[in-house]
């Protein structure tokens, strides 16, 4: 273990995101065009090498990592990533190795995720409509989805789901969705919509839904209590009392929790964004090729990278305009 990573400001840098792929099963409307473009495999940092970049910052103090993508799930040979993650596990430096699915290979992997230490997962589901979740995902199926949450729950992994608030899409269906989570003992977090890459003709402001009227919407159905729980992150949490659920709210528009961030992100092409809403990055690819045999010159362009950690972000809705629009994807950074 070397020294812990710590920002300009303070921050300690104890959570890592991997975007593994950015190539996905799926073709959400909010997330990627349907004729979407994806990086040439050459590019992409080999299983090797995101071992290789995880192992540096587990090294320098972070203790949980996040597989994100694209579709981590479609990334050939995936498992044999999870499994030489366990390691760190098992040595206690990393205290959680989770990630984010679509879960549509979850009934194939839920098994091994588990094998591998991995105990909690997140899935992505805006509907349980199947209709509507075809026309959400463009090329997804519901049922499909919903085998592999079974499957997740069965090998034990806890199920949390997230879901991106739509208005006039999921909007009607809030208590439903609600009420299936209690059911199934999965707490439930609402996404708002960002202004993220270029996804063709849908317009994101007439998709915008805002959190505050989510809020609001559960105050009409149930006894709604804030939580003071924390992750450092841009969730805020309540509870539902009449089923005792915890709901979340991430509003990554808004400023109020970049004072506690402690995170970064990794591209599956080894760049490094230090902050979700800024387009400022560290290539970290060039610090791990050109150096094979020693770890020396990565854990340099890593400390280097953090010292640019801005203070926040500047997205902005207010003037009915996406300002501060990101041209990148979420597939690319991982959300
Ligand atoms: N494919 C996996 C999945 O869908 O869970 C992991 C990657 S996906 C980019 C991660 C999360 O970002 C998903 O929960 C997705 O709903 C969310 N997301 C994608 N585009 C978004 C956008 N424009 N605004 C808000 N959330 C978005
Ligand atoms: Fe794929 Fe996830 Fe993006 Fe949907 S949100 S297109 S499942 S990466």
């Not at 209590?225 to 659920?245: I, K, M, S």
């Not at 045999?293 to 203070?311: G, H, S, V």
């Amino acid at each position: 273990m070397t020294a812990p990573l710590i920002d300009p400001f303070a921050r300690s840098i104890t959570y890592l995101r991997v975007s593994v792929t950015d190539r996905c099963d799926f073709r959400c409307v909010y997330c990627m065009s349907e004729d979407m473009k994806f990086l040439p495999k050459k590019d992409l940092l080999t299983l090797e090498e995101l071992d290789r970049m995880c192992t540096a910052f587990v090294h320098m103090g972070v203790e949980k990592l996040r597989i994100t993508g694209g579709e981590p799930l479609v990334r050939r040979n995936i498992m044999s990533f999870f499994n030489a993650m366990t390691r760190h596990l098992d040595s206690g430096a990393l205290k959680e190795l989770t990630l984010t699915t679509n879960g549509s290979q979850l009934h194939r992997f839920a098994d091994d995720l588990y094998a591998a230490g991995v105990r909690r997962v997140n899935v992505s589901l805006d509907t349980l409509d199947e209709d509507k979740f075809s026309q959400i995902t463009r090329w997804g199926r519901l049922k499909q989805v919903l085998n592999g949450i079974d499957a997740a729950q069965k090998a034990g992994l806890r199920v949390k789901i997230n879901a991106v608030a739509l208005k006039d899409f999921n909007e009607p269906e809030l208590p439903q969705i609600t009420q299936w989570c209690a059911e199934r003992d999965m707490d439930l977090t609402w996404i708002e919509v960002m202004p993220m890459g270029d996804i063709g003709n849908e317009d994101r402001l007439d998709q915008y839904w805002s959190l505050k009227d989510v809020r609001k919407e559960y105050e009409n159905h149930y006894t709604v209590t804030d939580l003071a729980e924390r992750t450092g992150g841009p969730a805020r949490y309540v509870r539902l009392e009449e089923t005792n659920q915890k709901i979340g709210f991430i509003t990554p528009l808004s400023h109020n929790f970049c004072e506690s961030c402690n995170r970064v992100r990794l591209t599956c092409t080894g760049e490094l964004y230090m902050c979700l809403g800024q387009e400022d990055m560290a290539d970290l690819r060039g610090a791990l090729r050109d150096h094979p045999d020693t770890e020396q010159p990565l854990e340099d362009a890593i400390r280097a990278a953090i010292n640019l950690k801005p203070k926040g972000h500047d997205f902005d809705y207010s003037r009915q305009s996406v300002d501060g629009k990101m041209s990148r994807h979420m597939s690319h950074t991982g959300g």
